[in-house]
């Protein structure tokens, strides 16, 4: 028998309403298309509420030195030489004008004496540069965005978690799903698709990501025949919390540091002299994430596992005005006072450079009509973000995916998704209901081990090899999955089907870490320490029948009028 | 370790006619929130139980329920604050989804009628503001749109279904709009009129339960009901509307 299922139509269907997934949403809107946005969780409630720090952009109000050619260089030096001159252009120039145009939509950041919006340090931005609401400016940034889609004639269907895009020849023509709290499904007919589901930081054990990060933009995509690049390449914040461990892995904002805090271990040396003479604590994140790592491993961590970070030679009047969120955080969550006390803290998985591989002009992915933005694309930060370069991110490149999606879709017609199509998806999914089944929850959790144990910080082939092993042991497992229960607002159901992204970005990540034999930004190996001249180029990965093929292409050069601003790579 | 002893309320409207609180035991871990007990449940007992959470941090107000009867983020409450007998249940000013999920989506329909932010006329960007005129408006951004205002508050509890208030959570948004040093509209009016302001009898429920410390009633509903009197019941304006209407002008 034939499952009922809700029919949509519109022009530009948004996945993800994250920062990218709504500016998108927003220029589709104001191209005067019928635009959708679908996300998992509750618009509003997208990892984006994460981001503390700020949104990087060259406006100079507080150094007036900077400008777009400065942001453009700590781009593509810090991401080590692999990231896309024209994506990391067309960001350090633009993001000015996408910060202009939130305060306009009512955000408010911190002011400058003279009134301007104030800028902070951040790690590996040559100057202050960071714009930003305290330790909060992500929510700023969701809640203006989100009060602007709510203003506007866009649908937003929350809840609804896309198991399936749909393609019609070589373009993508919509997307099939379950709602979560009706549990209806639903297929979407569109002529442009944007993924903005964000990124995977959920395949790790010990992770900053929150629950909806697990890689399911990665999977849709890759599936319908959608390039990857760049996929091992994970960023890993050099402060998350240790203690207690419940809020392990938590972040601890670089504004911390940003703002004057120093890293110290058991013995209260300030070791950053040691890594980074020159730029300290606020060296590039992969550089003081291997610190932390390194000094913990070598016996001089704290009594819970981590090193001290020490802000507490500030005022308590400064301390709460700068980072308020980061004071209650360890006040309520680990009873430390931070204007008295050191904080314990640890490396800890933050972010995917890598990604859905997209044309800078347009966004649009290697499918037609398939675009993508945010932390799920990849291109901008190369083999090492810079913190606040994933806010501007989204602004940036939300709204040109969002313009791209929208002439995309003028010049095509909706196409139906077929009958036969959506009701096998749906038996799909429904298969995963039964009562004797293996539990998600126990794969995820080994898989998430497996990952933090053997693909982190300090990598080497053997225990990539042991990774994979472990990954196929568990894909083996995956057609056991079962879970008890009804279609409604069943976590365990939707937990079968992460649980095969997350199987997937697991694969790619370990396959990429263990091709790429050279140490650059956040992939180290411990077996090829050096940067090597002959890896300066990416990892691409296609599907190929059921099998995952990998390509090299080499870094597109920077034209000479950009490449003048760039110091040119040295390798020793 | 000793093990916790955790009662969640379990209900599907769909199979049950009513819903009843079922007794679990958790592991205990060092530093563990409720939300980490809940979820324990959730991956080891039984993978039906509902359970709406996304950052486990504080930031995203998902994680929102009545925890021994008192609204509280499930990720910021220490289960060693709790004692022996730990509750925990939807929050009660919404309707039941499933078990410990509810449906909040009256709120954006809120957020809407709100009129949105709208700078001054003529303005050249690059803006400037003076940080001391932030600060009010600011402190009202820190909301995390948990809705435990809401649930806590008696007219938005006890008259969900007939009520015009938009509750605590629409009233800290608009203030926030308001105050916001370039913007051009006053929603104090609309407030009183469509958005049942006069409801609030300032009992300040919210702003105690308000996990971001957010002074809702002091700061943002008292000066909004201050701002409404001041446009509607002014003695003193009305007595000079009066004498003009009086003289036949406008």
């Known amino acids: ?572 | 370790m000793k093990d916790v002893k955790l009662s969640i309320f379990r209900h599907d409207p769909e199979t049950e006619k009513e819903g009843k609180f079922v007794e679990y035991t958790v592991p205990y871990v060092e530093g563990m929130v409720v939300l980490d007990a809940v979820r324990y449940v959730e991956e080891n007992i039984d993978t039906t139980l509902a359970v709406r959470w996304n950052c486990k941090a504080a930031h995203c107000g998902s994680c929102s329920a009545e925890i021994n009867g008192k609204p509280s983020l499930m990720c910021k409450t220490r289960v060693e604050t709790l004692g022996d007998n730990v509750s925990v249940g939807p929050m009660k000013a919404y309707p039941l989804i499933k078990d410990l999920v509810t449906d909040v989506g009256a709120n954006w329909k809120s957020i809407k009628r709100v009129p949105a932010f709208k700078p001054r006329e003529g303005l050249q960007q690059p803006w400037r503001m003076q940080q001391v005129d932030i600060e009010r408006s600011k402190e009202f951004k820190r909301c995390i749109e948990c809705f435990l205002c809401q649930d806590v508050c008696h007219v938005m509890r006890e008259h969900y279904e007939e009520t015009d208030y938009f509750g605590p959570r629409h009233m800290v948004r608009a203030a926030s709009l308001d105050m916001h040093p370039l913007d051009d509209l006053n929603r104090a009016r609309f407030l009183n009129e469509e958005g049942g302001l006069g409801y609030c009898n300032i009992t300040k429920c919210c702003q105690e339960t308000c996990p971001e410390h957010i002074p809702i009633t002091d700061n943002a509903i008292i000066p909004e009901k201050e701002r409404a009197v001041d446009i509607t019941y002014d003695p003193i304006a009305r007595l000079i509307i009066g004498r003009k209407s009086r003289k036949g002008g406008n």
Not at chain 1, 166 to 181: E, F, L, Q, S, W
Request: hydrophobic share 35%; charged share 25%.
């Open chain 1, 1 to 572: 028998m034939n499952e009922s299922y809700n029919k949509v139509k519109t022009d530009v269907l948004v996945i993800g309403a994250g920062g990218a997934g709504l500016r998108a949403a927003i220029s589709a809107a104001d191209a005067g298309l019928k635009t959708t946005v679908v996300s998992k969780s509750l618009i509003g409630k997208a990892h984006t509420v994460m981001a503390e720090g700020g949104i990087a952009a060259s406006l100079g109000n507080v150094d007036p030195k900077d400008n777009w050619q400065v942001h453009f260089k700590d781009v593509m030096e810090e991401g080590v030489y692999i990231s896309n001159w024209r994506i990391a252009e067309i960001l350090a120039k633009e993001v000015p004008e996408r910060v202009f145009e939130l305060e306009k939509w009512g955000a408010l950041f911190d002011r400058t004496p003279d009134g301007r919006i104030l800028q902070r340090a951040f790690g590996g931005h040559t100057y202050r540069r960071l714009c930003h609401v305290g330790d909060r400016t992500g929510l700023e940034l969701i809640r203006t965005l989100q009060d602007q889609v709510l203003h506007r004639d866009v649908d937003v269907i929350d809840e609804l978690y896309i198991t399936q895009l749909v393609k019609d020849g070589d373009r993508v023509t919509g997307a099939i799903g379950i709602k979560m709290n009706t549990g209806e499904f639903y297929a979407i007919s569109a002529k442009a698709v944007v993924i903005a589901t964000g990124g995977a930081g959920k395949v790790y054990k010990v992770t900053s990501n929150s629950w909806e990060s697990t890689g399911d933009g990665i999977k849709l995509a890759y599936e319908i025949g959608a390039t990857l690049m760049d996929m091992e390449m994970f960023q890993f914040h050099p402060t998350g919390m240790v203690y207690p461990p419940g809020v392990r892995g938590l972040l601890v904002t670089e504004g911390v540091r940003g703002d004057g805090g120093i890293l110290y271990n058991n013995k209260m040396e300030r070791y950053m002299l040691r890594y980074s003479p020159e730029k300290k604590e606020l060296d590039a994140r992969d550089v003081v994430a291997r610190a932390n790592y390194a000094e913990i491993q070598a016996g001089r961590g704290t009594e819970h596992g981590g090193v001290y970070l020490d802000i507490s030679h500030k005022s308590p009047q400064y301390i709460k005005e700068k980072l308020p969120h980061m004071y209650m955080q360890f006040l309520e969550f680990a009873g430390v006072d931070i204007t008295k006390e050191k904080m314990e803290v640890a490396p800890t998985t933050h972010y995917q450079m890598g990604g859905i591989r997209f044309d800078p002009e347009t966004c649009m992915s290697s499918v037609k009509g398939l675009f993508a933005a945010g932390e799920v694309a990849c291109g901008l930060h190369g083999a090492n973000r810079l913190g606040g370069n994933s806010l501007a991110d989204i602004l940036v490149f939300g709204k040109r995916a969002g313009e791209g999606a929208a002439d995309f879709a003028k010049k095509e017609s909706l196409r139906e998704i077929p009958e036969d199509e959506v009701q096998a998806q749906i038996s799909y999914v429904l298969s995963f209901l039964k009562e004797k089944g293996t539990n998600p929850y126990s794969i995820m959790d080994q898989l998430t081990t497996a990952m933090s144990e053997n693909v982190g910080i300090i990598r080497d082939e053997e225990h990539l090899n042991k990774a994979l092993e472990k990954i196929q042991e568990l894909k083996k497992q995956y057609s056991s999955l079962g879970v008890p229960g009804g279609r409604r607002y069943n976590h365990g159901l939707l937990a079968c089907m992460e649980l095969k992204s997350m199987l997937i970005v697991s694969e790619v990540v370990v396959r990429s870490a263990l091709l790429r034999k050279e140490s650059r930004g956040a992939h180290a190996r411990s077996d090829y320490p050096k940067k090597s001249k002959e890896w300066l180029k990416n990892i691409v990965i296609n599907k190929d029948g059921e099998n995952m093929k990998f390509d090299y292409i080499p870094v597109q050069p920077t034209p000479p009028e950009l490449a003048q601003y760039v110091k040119p790579e040295v390798y020793s």
